[in-house]
């Protein structure tokens, strides 16, 4: 068994694999990596502000995001 994703017991996911990413509100407060994410070869955590327009964009890895509504 590989590694999980504590917060919906999901398999994670390796972090800056995808570009664009799409998130609910239920993934708030959006961050990169997302908790999902594999941390040992990422870039440190930032949070996103996407609430008011509905785009994010990784300063880091250039991931973008789109809040679903």
């Given at each position: 068994m590989g590694i999980?994703?504590?917060r919906q017991n999901q398999?994670?996911?390796?972090a800056n694999r995808e570009n664009h990413h799409q998130v609910t509100r239920d993934d708030l407060p959006l961050s990169c990596?997302?908790?999902n994410m594999t941390?040992?070869?990422s870039h440190p955590r930032?949070?996103?502000p996407i609430?008011?327009?509905g785009h994010a964009k990784?300063?880091?890895c250039g991931a973008?995001?789109?809040?679903k509504s």
């Amino acid at each position: 068994m590989g590694i999980r994703d504590t917060r919906q017991n999901q398999p994670a996911v390796q972090a800056n694999r995808e570009n664009h990413h799409q998130v609910t509100r239920d993934d708030l407060p959006l961050s990169c990596p997302m908790p999902n994410m594999t941390l040992w070869n990422s870039h440190p955590r930032v949070y996103l502000p996407i609430e008011k327009t509905g785009h994010a964009k990784c300063p880091y890895c250039g991931a973008e995001f789109e809040l679903k509504s």
